[in-house]
Protein backbone atom coordinates (compact mmCIF):
# COMPACT_ATOMS: atom_id res chain seq x y z
CA UNK A 1 0.00 0.00 0.00
CA UNK A 2 1.26 3.56 -0.77
CA UNK A 3 2.31 5.77 2.06
CA UNK A 4 -0.67 8.34 1.44
CA UNK A 5 -3.50 6.94 -0.37
CA UNK A 6 -6.82 8.99 -1.71
CA UNK A 7 -10.14 6.66 -2.70
CA UNK A 8 -12.96 7.71 -4.13
CA UNK A 9 -12.53 11.26 -2.50
CA UNK A 10 -15.38 13.88 -3.24
CA UNK A 11 -16.70 17.12 -2.26
CA UNK A 12 -18.88 19.82 -3.02
CA UNK A 13 -20.37 23.25 -2.55
CA UNK A 14 -23.66 24.54 -2.85
CA UNK A 15 -23.98 22.16 -5.88
CA UNK A 16 -20.12 22.78 -7.16
CA UNK A 17 -17.76 19.63 -7.48
CA UNK A 18 -14.56 21.14 -5.65
CA UNK A 19 -12.81 17.91 -5.86
CA UNK A 20 -13.49 14.62 -7.14
CA UNK A 21 -10.44 12.55 -7.00
CA UNK A 22 -10.84 8.93 -8.01
CA UNK A 23 -7.30 7.34 -6.53
CA UNK A 24 -3.97 9.12 -6.20
CA UNK A 25 -1.47 7.23 -4.19
CA UNK A 26 2.02 9.16 -2.95
CA UNK A 27 5.09 7.41 -1.43
CA UNK A 28 7.08 7.58 1.39
CA UNK A 29 9.37 10.50 0.79
CA UNK A 30 8.08 11.99 -2.14
CA UNK A 31 7.10 15.46 -2.97
CA UNK A 32 4.17 15.82 -4.98
CA UNK A 33 2.84 19.33 -6.02
CA UNK A 34 -0.98 19.67 -6.59
CA UNK A 35 -0.99 22.49 -9.44
CA UNK A 36 -4.03 24.01 -10.89
CA UNK A 37 -5.95 27.48 -11.38
CA UNK A 38 -7.87 29.08 -8.28
CA UNK A 39 -10.86 26.89 -8.30
CA UNK A 40 -9.56 23.80 -9.61
CA UNK A 41 -10.01 22.10 -6.00
CA UNK A 42 -6.56 21.96 -4.99
CA UNK A 43 -6.96 23.56 -1.50
CA UNK A 44 -10.22 21.84 -0.74
CA UNK A 45 -8.20 18.18 -1.45
CA UNK A 46 -4.96 19.23 1.06
CA UNK A 47 -7.66 20.38 3.91
CA UNK A 48 -9.76 17.20 3.47
CA UNK A 49 -6.42 15.56 4.01
CA UNK A 50 -5.88 17.80 6.57
CA UNK A 51 -9.07 17.62 8.57
CA UNK A 52 -10.12 20.68 8.09
CA UNK A 53 -12.81 20.27 5.48
CA UNK A 54 -15.27 16.84 5.82
CA UNK A 55 -15.49 14.83 2.60
CA UNK A 56 -18.60 14.00 1.39
CA UNK A 57 -17.49 10.48 0.41
CA UNK A 58 -14.17 8.76 -0.12
CA UNK A 59 -11.45 7.54 2.17
CA UNK A 60 -7.84 9.04 2.83
CA UNK A 61 -5.25 6.55 3.79
CA UNK A 62 -2.05 7.44 5.62
CA UNK A 63 0.60 4.59 6.59
CA UNK A 64 -2.43 2.20 5.64
CA UNK A 65 -4.79 3.69 8.50
CA UNK A 66 -7.66 5.33 7.83
CA UNK A 67 -7.69 9.01 9.06
CA UNK A 68 -11.20 10.01 6.94
CA UNK A 69 -12.93 11.21 9.82
CA UNK A 70 -10.43 10.99 12.46
CA UNK A 71 -9.84 14.40 14.16
CA UNK A 72 -7.13 16.95 12.49
CA UNK A 73 -5.00 16.93 16.23
CA UNK A 74 -5.31 13.18 16.16
CA UNK A 75 -3.94 12.96 12.27
CA UNK A 76 -0.20 13.66 12.97
CA UNK A 77 0.24 16.01 9.85
CA UNK A 78 2.52 19.46 9.58
CA UNK A 79 0.82 22.24 8.06
CA UNK A 80 2.15 24.93 7.17
CA UNK A 81 -0.16 27.99 5.28
CA UNK A 82 0.10 30.72 3.42
CA UNK A 83 0.13 33.24 5.72
CA UNK A 84 2.64 31.01 8.35
CA UNK A 85 0.00 31.46 11.24
CA UNK A 86 2.70 32.34 14.07
CA UNK A 87 1.42 33.52 17.57
CA UNK A 88 2.88 37.39 16.75
CA UNK A 89 3.23 37.64 21.23
CA UNK A 90 5.15 34.32 21.15
CA UNK A 91 8.81 33.80 20.38
CA UNK A 92 10.35 32.16 17.33
CA UNK A 93 11.14 29.54 20.11
CA UNK A 94 8.03 28.81 21.93
CA UNK A 95 6.07 29.30 18.20
CA UNK A 96 8.60 25.74 17.28
CA UNK A 97 7.74 24.53 20.72
CA UNK A 98 4.02 25.18 20.80
CA UNK A 99 2.53 21.56 19.52
CA UNK A 100 5.40 19.96 21.20
CA UNK A 101 4.06 20.79 24.56
CA UNK A 102 0.60 19.34 23.92
CA UNK A 103 2.40 16.05 23.94
CA UNK A 104 4.03 13.69 26.51
CA UNK A 105 7.53 15.09 26.39
CA UNK A 106 10.16 16.19 28.68
CA UNK A 107 11.41 19.65 28.97
CA UNK A 108 14.77 18.72 28.12
CA UNK A 109 13.79 16.52 25.37
CA UNK A 110 11.50 20.08 23.92
CA UNK A 111 14.36 21.95 24.11
CA UNK A 112 16.56 19.50 21.87
CA UNK A 113 13.77 19.25 19.34
CA UNK A 114 13.38 22.59 19.09
CA UNK A 115 17.52 23.41 18.96
CA UNK A 116 17.02 20.53 16.14
CA UNK A 117 14.58 22.36 13.95
CA UNK A 118 16.14 25.78 14.21
CA UNK A 119 19.69 24.25 13.12
CA UNK A 120 17.41 22.35 9.86
CA UNK A 121 15.82 25.53 8.96
CA UNK A 122 19.49 27.84 9.21
CA UNK A 123 18.19 30.28 12.21
CA UNK A 124 20.36 29.24 15.28
CA UNK A 125 20.65 32.41 17.18
CA UNK A 126 16.91 33.88 16.35
CA UNK A 127 15.11 31.88 18.89
CA UNK A 128 14.26 34.84 21.60
CA UNK A 129 13.10 36.92 18.81
CA UNK A 130 9.19 37.20 18.11
CA UNK A 131 7.98 37.01 14.58
CA UNK A 132 7.26 40.82 13.57
CA UNK A 133 11.33 40.83 14.31
CA UNK A 134 11.64 38.24 11.14
CA UNK A 135 11.31 39.03 7.02
CA UNK A 136 9.16 37.09 5.25
CA UNK A 137 11.63 34.43 4.55
CA UNK A 138 12.57 33.67 8.11
CA UNK A 139 9.00 34.10 9.17
CA UNK A 140 8.61 30.98 6.52
CA UNK A 141 11.31 28.89 7.75
CA UNK A 142 9.81 29.39 11.46
CA UNK A 143 6.48 28.17 10.12
CA UNK A 144 8.29 24.95 8.21
CA UNK A 145 10.17 24.19 11.92
CA UNK A 146 6.84 24.28 14.12
CA UNK A 147 5.59 22.02 11.33
CA UNK A 148 7.97 19.14 11.15
CA UNK A 149 9.76 19.27 14.98
CA UNK A 150 7.06 16.58 16.02
CA UNK A 151 8.20 14.71 13.23
CA UNK A 152 4.80 14.29 11.46
CA UNK A 153 3.72 11.30 8.96
CA UNK A 154 3.10 13.70 6.11
CA UNK A 155 4.11 17.77 5.82
CA UNK A 156 1.09 19.71 3.92
CA UNK A 157 2.37 22.69 2.44
CA UNK A 158 -0.06 25.11 1.04
CA UNK A 159 1.27 27.75 -0.80
CA UNK A 160 4.07 28.93 1.54
CA UNK A 161 6.01 30.53 -0.90
CA UNK A 162 3.21 32.94 -2.48
CA UNK A 163 3.79 36.04 -0.38
CA UNK A 164 7.29 36.19 -0.42
CA UNK A 165 8.88 38.77 -3.44
CA UNK A 166 10.40 36.62 -6.69
CA UNK A 167 14.15 36.76 -4.91
CA UNK A 168 13.25 35.15 -1.90
CA UNK A 169 10.65 32.72 -3.61
CA UNK A 170 13.30 31.55 -5.81
CA UNK A 171 15.55 31.51 -2.78
CA UNK A 172 13.48 29.59 -0.81
CA UNK A 173 12.60 26.88 -3.50
CA UNK A 174 16.00 25.62 -2.87
CA UNK A 175 16.35 25.43 0.66
CA UNK A 176 12.44 23.92 1.02
CA UNK A 177 13.74 21.02 -1.10
CA UNK A 178 16.79 21.04 0.70
CA UNK A 179 14.97 20.46 4.25
CA UNK A 180 12.60 17.90 2.75
CA UNK A 181 15.15 16.11 1.62
CA UNK A 182 17.20 16.04 4.78
CA UNK A 183 14.13 14.95 6.58
CA UNK A 184 12.76 12.64 3.64
CA UNK A 185 9.15 13.40 4.83
CA UNK A 186 6.33 12.97 2.40
CA UNK A 187 5.06 16.21 1.49
CA UNK A 188 1.95 17.88 -0.36
CA UNK A 189 2.50 21.22 -1.57
CA UNK A 190 -0.57 22.79 -3.31
CA UNK A 191 0.83 25.79 -5.38
CA UNK A 192 -0.99 27.47 -8.75
CA UNK A 193 2.91 28.28 -9.89
CA UNK A 194 3.98 25.93 -12.93
CA UNK A 195 7.77 27.08 -12.09
CA UNK A 196 7.40 26.02 -8.24
CA UNK A 197 5.70 22.67 -9.00
CA UNK A 198 8.33 21.96 -11.87
CA UNK A 199 11.44 22.85 -10.05
CA UNK A 200 10.05 21.06 -6.37
CA UNK A 201 8.44 17.98 -7.19
CA UNK A 202 9.35 14.82 -7.55
CA UNK A 203 5.57 13.73 -9.35
CA UNK A 204 2.90 16.66 -10.09
CA UNK A 205 -0.72 16.81 -9.88
CA UNK A 206 -2.35 18.89 -12.51
CA UNK A 207 -5.83 19.63 -11.55
CA UNK A 208 -8.70 21.08 -13.19
CA UNK A 209 -12.44 21.37 -11.95
CA UNK A 210 -11.82 19.21 -9.06
CA UNK A 211 -10.54 16.45 -11.20
CA UNK A 212 -6.89 15.22 -11.91
CA UNK A 213 -6.19 16.02 -15.51
CA UNK A 214 -2.56 14.25 -15.24
CA UNK A 215 -0.08 12.67 -13.08
CA UNK A 216 4.02 12.73 -13.59
CA UNK A 217 6.89 13.86 -13.36
CA UNK A 218 7.87 17.66 -13.99
CA UNK A 219 9.90 16.11 -17.59
CA UNK A 220 6.55 14.47 -18.52
CA UNK A 221 4.37 17.11 -17.36
CA UNK A 222 6.12 19.89 -19.44
CA UNK A 223 7.00 17.43 -22.41
CA UNK A 224 4.57 15.28 -22.88
CA UNK A 225 1.06 16.69 -22.01
CA UNK A 226 -2.09 14.59 -22.00
CA UNK A 227 -4.49 17.04 -22.84
CA UNK A 228 -4.84 20.73 -24.63
CA UNK A 229 -5.46 22.12 -20.70
CA UNK A 230 -2.29 20.66 -19.18
CA UNK A 231 -0.48 21.82 -22.14
CA UNK A 232 -2.19 25.47 -22.51
CA UNK A 233 -1.62 25.65 -18.16
CA UNK A 234 1.86 24.45 -18.18
CA UNK A 235 4.56 27.36 -19.31
CA UNK A 236 3.92 28.77 -22.62
CA UNK A 237 2.99 26.34 -25.60
CA UNK A 238 1.38 26.87 -29.01
CA UNK A 239 -1.91 24.83 -29.80
CA UNK A 240 -2.18 24.21 -33.30
CA UNK A 241 -5.82 23.22 -34.89
CA UNK A 242 -6.46 21.76 -38.15
CA UNK A 243 -6.93 19.14 -40.50
CA UNK A 244 -4.43 16.83 -41.48
CA UNK A 245 -4.66 17.13 -45.45
CA UNK A 246 -1.84 15.41 -46.67
CA UNK A 247 1.03 13.20 -45.28
CA UNK A 248 4.93 12.90 -46.23
CA UNK A 249 5.72 9.32 -44.01
CA UNK A 250 8.78 8.91 -45.62
CA UNK A 251 10.36 12.46 -44.50
CA UNK A 252 8.24 13.27 -41.42
CA UNK A 253 6.30 15.98 -43.04
CA UNK A 254 2.27 16.33 -42.70
CA UNK A 255 0.47 19.57 -44.45
CA UNK A 256 -1.95 20.84 -41.78
CA UNK A 257 -5.18 23.08 -42.91
CA UNK A 258 -5.80 25.44 -40.50
CA UNK A 259 -9.07 27.06 -39.47
CA UNK A 260 -8.66 30.46 -39.84
CA UNK A 261 -5.58 30.51 -42.05
CA UNK A 262 -3.21 28.87 -45.34
CA UNK A 263 -2.14 24.86 -44.90
CA UNK A 264 1.17 24.90 -43.42
CA UNK A 265 3.58 21.96 -43.05
CA UNK A 266 4.45 20.34 -39.61
CA UNK A 267 6.99 17.74 -39.09
CA UNK A 268 6.34 15.44 -36.60
CA UNK A 269 6.95 11.64 -35.96
CA UNK A 270 4.04 10.29 -34.36
CA UNK A 271 1.59 8.57 -37.80
CA UNK A 272 -1.35 10.36 -38.83
CA UNK A 273 -4.25 9.91 -40.64
CA UNK A 274 -5.31 12.10 -43.63
CA UNK A 275 -9.09 13.66 -42.61
CA UNK A 276 -7.91 13.73 -39.34
CA UNK A 277 -8.66 16.44 -36.47
CA UNK A 278 -5.77 17.19 -34.41
CA UNK A 279 -4.48 19.48 -31.57
CA UNK A 280 -0.67 20.41 -32.32
CA UNK A 281 1.72 21.26 -29.63
CA UNK A 282 4.93 22.97 -29.42
CA UNK A 283 7.15 24.56 -27.04
CA UNK A 284 7.93 28.35 -27.40
CA UNK A 285 11.58 27.34 -27.42
CA UNK A 286 11.30 24.78 -29.80
CA UNK A 287 10.71 26.81 -32.85
CA UNK A 288 13.96 28.39 -34.39
CA UNK A 289 13.72 31.91 -36.25
CA UNK A 290 15.82 32.83 -38.75
CA UNK A 291 15.52 36.07 -41.93
CA UNK A 292 15.86 32.90 -44.87
CA UNK A 293 14.26 30.09 -44.98
CA UNK A 294 15.99 27.16 -43.33
CA UNK A 295 14.86 23.59 -44.96
CA UNK A 296 12.14 23.62 -47.45
CA UNK A 297 9.19 23.16 -44.68
CA UNK A 298 9.97 26.39 -43.18
CA UNK A 299 6.69 28.77 -42.66
CA UNK A 300 6.85 32.22 -43.40
CA UNK A 301 5.18 34.49 -41.16
CA UNK A 302 5.55 38.31 -39.12
CA UNK A 303 6.44 39.34 -35.94
CA UNK A 304 3.71 41.23 -34.39
CA UNK A 305 5.10 41.73 -30.92
CA UNK A 306 8.67 41.62 -29.28
CA UNK A 307 9.86 41.51 -25.61
CA UNK A 308 13.45 41.48 -24.35
CA UNK A 309 13.66 39.45 -21.43
CA UNK A 310 17.40 39.58 -20.23
CA UNK A 311 18.85 36.03 -21.79
CA UNK A 312 16.23 35.57 -24.73
CA UNK A 313 13.76 37.62 -27.07
CA UNK A 314 10.30 36.49 -26.78
CA UNK A 315 8.00 36.96 -29.90
CA UNK A 316 4.58 37.08 -30.98
CA UNK A 317 4.32 35.76 -34.83
CA UNK A 318 1.31 35.71 -37.17
CA UNK A 319 0.61 33.41 -40.04
CA UNK A 320 -2.72 34.58 -41.45
CA UNK A 321 -4.98 34.24 -38.56
CA UNK A 322 -2.81 31.77 -36.14
CA UNK A 323 -0.73 33.68 -34.10
CA UNK A 324 2.39 31.57 -32.28
CA UNK A 325 5.41 32.59 -29.65
CA UNK A 326 8.36 32.14 -29.98
CA UNK A 327 11.54 31.94 -27.85
CA UNK A 328 14.80 33.15 -29.11
CA UNK A 329 18.09 32.94 -26.81
CA UNK A 330 20.82 33.18 -30.40
CA UNK A 331 20.08 36.68 -31.44
CA UNK A 332 22.55 39.53 -30.49
CA UNK A 333 20.12 42.73 -29.14
CA UNK A 334 21.64 44.34 -31.81
CA UNK A 335 20.67 42.14 -35.40
CA UNK A 336 16.62 41.35 -33.44
CA UNK A 337 13.77 41.10 -35.09
CA UNK A 338 11.22 44.37 -34.51
CA UNK A 339 7.63 44.22 -35.18
CA UNK A 340 6.58 43.99 -38.90
CA UNK A 341 9.82 42.14 -40.20
CA UNK A 342 9.25 38.76 -42.10
CA UNK A 343 10.28 35.21 -40.39
CA UNK A 344 10.50 31.95 -41.39
CA UNK A 345 9.58 29.22 -38.67
CA UNK A 346 11.31 25.79 -38.43
CA UNK A 347 9.26 23.58 -36.00
CA UNK A 348 11.52 21.21 -34.33
CA UNK A 349 10.03 17.28 -34.81
CA UNK A 350 10.96 16.42 -31.53
CA UNK A 351 9.54 19.67 -30.13
CA UNK A 352 6.03 18.59 -31.78
CA UNK A 353 3.53 16.69 -30.15
CA UNK A 354 -0.30 15.57 -31.38
CA UNK A 355 -2.72 15.56 -29.10
CA UNK A 356 -6.44 14.17 -31.50
CA UNK A 357 -9.50 15.95 -30.52
Known amino acids: MAFVEIKGL ?19 GEFVSLLGPSGCGKTTTLRCIAGSIEPDGGSIFVRGREITHVPIYKRKLGLVFQDYALFPHMTVFDNVAYGLRYRDISKAEVKKKVSEAFEL ?19 QRIAFARSVVYEPDVLLLD ?6 DFKLRKAMRFELKRMQRQLNITTIFVTHD ?5 SLSDRVVVMNEGK ?20 DFIGSTNIIRGVVTHCDVAKGIYEVRLSSSPTISIPFKERVKVGEEINFIIKPEKIDLGRTPRGEHAVEGKISGASYLGSAFNYQIRIGELKLEALDSQVDYRNRYEIGDSIFLTFDPEGVKVLRR
Do not use: C, M, W
Not at 212 to 231: C, D, K, L, M, R
Open 194 to 198: QQEAL
Open 121 to 139: VGLVGFEDRYPHQLSGGQQ
Open 159 to 164: EPLSNL
Open 10 to 28: KKTFKNLVATDIDHLEIEE
Open 212 to 231: IEQIGTPNEIYENPISVFVA
